[in-house]
């Protein structure tokens, strides 16, 4: 992928910039942005929330209260690359490092949509450096197959740093500035002077990145692999599959995915996977009331119930218990089912309360149509058993019309290529906590 012209539109051109990446993108943004400057941020820890991933206060909302996400993320994994004679487990010197970086970027950049969110996430494979387990506490397995038609690539990283912002020119600084080594390394970030920087104690092994909102699918569509040439995503889709999702009523709150006891108390844990999308089909195929049935419920499509891309909807998907607790009937009736309805019988807890927070994205890195979806729950087994559920391994063996990948939702799609579980530790605890839930600091 390039960058586009100077004629390219201002969100196409920071989407672009993003996908790129590195210093000549960000120049290529500062030339371009230089009179529209980003908002700082401030030096009081006692302003940011103490769960790392409680975005949604400070985030905008769409006229319905859904959650409005920032527009750019970027992922970036990484290795944990400690002091000499460490014994690979960090030291005070390495924890008051990381935390002076990301303090950084706290005083750089509001936290908001328009200047920037981040949260920074620790793997089982992190953990396995120390000699004591995890408390019982934290529900974080390392990262398995989960469904019986893909084989991913197990995220096995020791952290993920995940970023998000309407400027990705911010998101690019950031990489640019606290990622820089060297004598030439940049030394303030938005007008901030940098004090300790992440790459004196991570080493990047892969960076991804994702966009949403109304209107950025389709004007990234063309020359995409998984998309059609004709360009059939709508004008006014958040995703590459046409329609709206997320809606506040079918999200877990983040009080209700915070893990509430134990040394880890004010975490969550945090499921991210890779999907690569294959939409000839989906658009060669379907019609709006197929891609309903097979993304809601044949339940959806019968009743006219999902107008364009969804906005109809309002802030609930209309997945009630009614429609997913009738799935076996509407299976045998219709020979199809839906993706949601089927993620939904395993979404609710026994009130009837939603178990999981996402927050996916598309991607368009390796030139790919792709989804990063990262996935918010008290414990992994929730969201393991979410994604069983989507299987509809049931429904298959039970009828003959429907494949693992056929008419089960969207399975014959979409591709899972990675997948990684992370533990999103509260504030106090974001640089480097030992598995006991301690971050000791130098005396
Ligand atoms: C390209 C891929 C995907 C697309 C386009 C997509 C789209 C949607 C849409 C339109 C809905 C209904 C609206 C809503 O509740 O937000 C939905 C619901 C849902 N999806 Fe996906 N999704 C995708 C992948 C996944 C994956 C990989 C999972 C993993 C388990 C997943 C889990 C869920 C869950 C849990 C719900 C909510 C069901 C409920 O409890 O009401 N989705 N998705």
């Known amino acids: 992928m390039e960058l586009p012209g100077p004629n390219a539109s201002r969100r196409r051109f920071l989407k672009a910039a993003l996908t790129v990446g590195g210093a000549s993108a960000l120049s290529a943004c500062l030339d371009r942005f230089s009179e529209e400057p980003i908002p700082q941020g401030t030096d009081d820890p006692t302003s940011f929330p103490d769960r790392q991933f409680a975005w949604n206060d400070s985030l905008e909302r769409d006229d319905h209260g859904n959650v409005v996400l920032p527009e750019h993320h970027l992922f970036v994994y990484l290795n944990y690359d400690g002091e000499a004679g460490s014994e690979g487990v960090p030291t005070a010197t390495d924890r008051e490092q990381l935390e002076t970086a990301l303090r950084t970027i706290e005083r750089a950049y509001e936290w908001s949509n328009r200047g920037v969110v981040f949260d920074l996430s620790y793997s089982p494979a992190y953990f396995d450096r120390f000699e004591e387990p995890l408390p019982d506490s934290v529900d974080l397995p390392s990262p398995e197959r989960l469904t019986p038609v893909d084989t991913p690539t197990l995220d096995e990283q020791d952290a993920l740093l995940h970023l998000a912002s309407d400027r990705s020119d911010a998101l690019l600084a950031i990489e640019e500035t606290l990622f820089a080594t060297g004598d030439d390394a940049p030394d303030t970030l938005n007008g901030v002077d940098v004090a300790g920087r992440l790459s004196d104690v991570f080493t990047v092994d892969d960076r991804r990145t994702g966009f949403i909102g109304p ?130 019988r395993a979404n609710r807890d026994a009130e009837g309360n939603v178990r999981t927070l996402r927050r996916h994205v598309e991607s368009t890195d390796d030139d790919t149509a792709s989804l990063q979806f990262p996935s918010l729950q008290q414990g992994i087994s929730e969201f393991n058993a979410v994604q069983e559920a989507m299987n509809g391994t049931d429904i298959v063996a039970e009828n003959p019309a429907i494949k693992p990948r056929v008419k089960n939702g969207i399975f014959r799609y979409v591709f899972v290529q990675n997948r990684g579980n992370f533990l999103v530790p509260p504030r106090s605890l974001r640089a480097f906590p030992t598995s006991t839930g301690d971050a000791p600091a130098e005396q």
């Open 215 to 344: 209107g950025l699918p389709a004007a990234n569509q063309d020359g995409v692999a998984g998309i059609p040439d004709n360009g059939p995503v709508p004008e006014e889709s958040p995703l590459f599959m046409g329609f709206k999702a997320a809606f506040a009523g079918n999200q877990a709150t983040e009080e209700y995915v915070t893990i509430s006891t134990g040394p880890f108390a004010g975490s969550t844990t945090k499921h991210v996977a890779r999907l690569r999308q294959e939409l000839d089909k989906w658009y060669g195929e379907n019609s709006h009331d197929d891609m309903v049935s097979k993304l809601f419920s044949p339940r959806h499509a019968e009743s006219g119930a999902v107008e364009g891309v969804g906005e109809n909807l309002g802030d609930h998907s209309g997945i009630t218990d009614e429609i997913y607790e009738r799935i076996t009937e509407t299976a045998e009736e219709f020979g199809v089912v839906g993706h949601a309805e089927k993620a939904a």
